[in-house]
């Protein structure tokens, strides 16, 4: 069984603790001496879009930590120690009623962030209080003050033994997805992620929550960073109707942005069959996402098999009004991880699907060197082509969707696994600075179709050559394969694109792939 750390792992310990109860409706809050709202204030969307506006105006004010000492004694196993009582849940009181629960701050988590509840155009902000943990008597947050503040929050599923959205660090934010189980993470915003300056990490500073009177939850948030501000709207629905988010943002620079990522995910990948010579666990695969698939605005369906590279990768796809892209989780087969304990085949996928135009710009996928699956390494986000200079804003909107599969299956076959090994042919001395490829494909555009139909592979490389290219049916299952060579030496990558068609129709997704051929030396 594998061990979760860092921030990943503090948000899934977090979410494991606890079972639902309530805390009273806003009305009846002064009957519970736990329950302390200060004074009710008018709230609207529009008011918090002019309070972000404003906020661009001045210079940027970071948060004020306040006992950063003792949080900082608050580690790993401390915050495992912090329970939220049972009894001070927020709503939940029937039926599909979400209750809200409370995150502690901690050594990972030490700027407080405001909490609000809003009922009929007004907002009351929810005061912090010790009462609503439990802790051991001599716990080092008892030396915490009486008003420091909560870390974030997560929302319970009926019947209040587990949540399904989780709403913590920075701008982080994910679901348990349709397996109940949690797995990557979206986040606000992306700020010069693997650009030529540090990344910046914009944060949510402040939350407004309302029910949607259907299981949903509405959240509002102010985002502040050096670069900009913003505020949100994250419109969830309710698990049972599958968990799909309706974000729309408004954004205002205090200054010039190298790289805007906007509908940022953000991902795990250490090995999978791809890149099997990674592999220093005992378990057969270990990511929360195996690719990235892409639906271009021209219509062509992509997909990119992730890679843990020796160095930082940035791949950049061209495109204009991209109808959606997502970090999906294809390989569902429990045999391929062998992990009972953080069941990697559950974690779910999630498709970014922009609502109206986004114009120019690219898909830009991040890949980071790791050697374990604490870390998050993988980040895919939108990048407008136009410069982002200081003193401008910006209107997105756009769903996601947490999903087993893509929301919207292509008509075309699938790339289900990519395998690459020694070129060549077996029982044969093996060529020097060959690799050979498998890449195994499924779906109802090869129903009909064998050896004799004359289906063709069509590879492109950017650099060597490609021999021996093949497609043809799996036997004994519903799949078919193509394989090909590859020579190619030196260190810089070779930018593979690869399709399946018949006479002038494809049969299948493109495939591109970025293979160092130093990766097998």
């Known amino acids: 069984m594998s061990n979760e750390f860092s921030r990943r792992g503090v948000l899934a310990g977090g979410l494991a603790a606890g079972a639902l109860a309530f805390l009273p409706r806003l009305a009846d809050a002064a009957a519970d001496p736990r329950a302390r709202f200060g004074a009710a204030a008018p709230f609207s969307f529009d008011a918090l879009k002019a309070r972000a506006e404003a906020l661009a105006a001045r210079p940027y004010e970071g948060p004020e930590i306040r006992a950063g000492d003792v949080l900082e004694a608050v580690d790993f196993d401390a915050h495992q120690q912090i329970r939220f009582r049972d009894e001070s849940t927020m709503w939940g009181e029937a039926g599909n009623d979400p209750g809200v629960r409370f995150f502690h701050l901690g050594r990972y988590f030490k ?25 051991p008597a001599d716990h080092v947050a008892r030396d915490l003050p009486e008003d420091i503040g909560f870390a974030g929050f997560r929302v319970m ?15 982080y934010f994910r679901t348990s997805g349709p397996l109940d189980q949690y797995g990557l993470s979206a986040r606000g915003i992306a700020i010069d992620t693997a650009a030529s300056k540090p990344e910046e990490f914009p944060r949510f500073t402040e939350f407004w929550l309302e029910r949607d009177g259907a299981g949903g939850l509405i959240a509002y948030a102010l985002l502040d960073g050096p670069s900009l501000s913003g505020a949100y709207r994250i419109v969830s629905n309710a698990p049972n109707k ?3 988010q309706d974000v729309d943002c408004a954004l205002f620079t205090r200054r010039a942005i190298e790289k805007l990522g906007v509908a940022p995910l953000t991902s ?9 010579e990674d592999a220093k666990d005992w378990r057969p695969e270990v990511h929360d996402s195996d690719g990235l698939a892409i639906w271009t605005g021209s219509g062509e369906r992509i997909w990119r098999p992730l890679d843990n590279p020796s160095r930082v990768v940035t791949n950049a796809f061209l495109d204009t009004n991209p109808r959606g892209f997502g970090l999906m989780q294809r390989d569902r087969d429990f045999d391929n991880y062998q992990d009972d304990g953080v069941f990697y085949e559950k974690r779910a996928s999630v498709w970014v ?4 135009t986004w114009g120019e710009g690219s898909v830009q996928l991040v890949e980071i060197p790791t050697d374990d699956e604490i870390h998050d390494n993988i980040v895919a986000f939108w990048v407008p082509r136009a ?3 200081a003193g401008q804003s910006f209107d997105f909107a756009y769903r996601l969707h947490w999903v087993a599969d893509q929301p919207y ?15 060549g042919i077996p029982g044969q001395p ?9 890449i195994d494909l499924e779906g109802p555009a090869f129903e009909g179709l064998d050896r004799s139909s004359g289906v063709e592979v069509v590879i492109d490389a950017s650099r060597g050559s490609v021999s021996n290219e093949v497609a043809y049916p799996v036997v004994g299952t519903d799949r078919w394969r193509v394989l090909f060579d590859l020579e190619a030496t030196g260190h810089d990558p070779v930018n593979l694109r690869m399709f399946v068609r018949l006479d002038d129709k494809a049969l299948s997704e493109t495939w591109i792939y970025q293979f160092f051929p130093t990766a097998l030396a």
Do not use: C, Q
Request: proline share 11%; hydrophobic share 40%; charged share 25%.
């Open 242 to 244: 599958g968990i799909v």
């Open 409 to 423: 299956p292509a008509p075309v076959a699938r790339i289900v696994a990519t395998r690459i090994g020694m070129g």
């Open 157 to 171: 599923a009926p019947g209040g033994k587990t949540d399904w959205l989780a709403v913590l660090g920075a701008s």
């Open 353 to 356: 699907e922009p609502i109206g």
């Open 430 to 438: 093996r060529p020097p600075g060959v690799r050979k490829f498998a």
């Open 387 to 389: 410069p982002v200079e």
């Open 111 to 135: 700027a407080p962030v405001k909490i609000h509840a809003v009922e009929k155009g007004e907002a009351r902000e929810l005061l912090y209080s010790p009462d609503y943990f439990d802790m």
């Open 268 to 276: 795990m990948f250490w090995y999978s069959e791809t890149n099997r």
